[in-house]
């Protein structure tokens, strides 16, 4: 009898989904914990990702004054978006960090159905191959339909509902920023992933680009806008 031959992308995703779930259970409980393990897990993040952010920019630089203007680049950008995670969790509250990783999520998901279901010209195909109108568009609906979720949980954020939409679909078009960013690096460098330290995900880096400047951007709103939000 022959045996049946093992599927590779099954193997894969069954590898990712596992990598998801844990990945999703650590970071939740920290974040509902908040405190020293939520601060010391950001710092471990940070930390990771500017090591391949670092390997990266040794890929990109052609001299060493250029690498360590990408190093110390990347030490600002992501030092920024942790600073703003562990601030927001610690002097606001649980609820705006779940608002922005929330829509960064909620933009992965909507942009990734609806580009596999309509597909259409690409965005940026020199930079990122996958990418089209249509997953962005159903990124930005998906974030702004999130965050229109998030704000009937409060009262005063409710009072706006159409305003939280446009909020989201401007955070889906940062957060595919932040990703097109990284890709571009990583076309540069002539590398697939920023590392390879997540099975089935590639590195850190390739899981929170989309992340990074909608924290900044989000946290910013937040003290400089929305200071008579409560949450």
């Keep these: 009898m022959t045996e049946p031959t093992p599927n590779p992308k099954a193997s894969d995703l069954k590898v990712r989904v596992l990598s998801a779930l844990v990945m999703v259970a650590v970071a939740g409980v920290a974040l509902w ?43 600002l950008y992501i030092g920024a978006a942790m600073a703003c995670l562990i601030f927001l969790r610690d002097h606001i509250g649980l609820a705006p960090v779940i608002w922005l990783l929330g829509a960064v999520i ?32 159903g990124g930005m609906v998906a ?37 097109f960013l990284e890709s571009g690096m990583k076309r540069k460098a002539g590398v697939k992933d920023s590392s390879a330290l997540i099975p089935g995900h590639g590195g ?19 003290l400089l806008i929305f200071k008579s939000i409560k949450f």
Excluded: H, N
């Design 106 to 137: 909620a933009t992965d998901v909507g942009a990734y159905f609806t580009g596999r279901s309509i597909g259409g010209p690409k965005i940026a195909p020199s930079i990122s191959p996958s990418k089209t109108w249509s997953g962005l568009a």
């Design 33 to 75: 914990q908040g405190g020293w393990l939520f601060s010391g897990l950001m710092a471990i993040v940070a930390v990771t990702a500017l090591w391949e952010w670092r390997a990266l920019s040794r890929k990109l630089g052609r001299s060493s004054l250029t690498v360590w203007i990408w190093t110390i680049s990347g030490m």
């Design 204 to 222: 850190v880096l390739d899981r929170i680009d989309g992340m990074l400047p909608v924290v900044i951007v989000g946290t910013l709103g937040l």
């Design 143 to 179: 974030a702004g339909l999130f965050c229109v979720a998030m704000a009937t949980q409060f009262q005063d954020a409710a009072s706006f509902i159409g305003a939280q939409f446009a909020i989201g679909a401007v955070l889906a078009v940062i957060a595919q920023t932040g990703d």
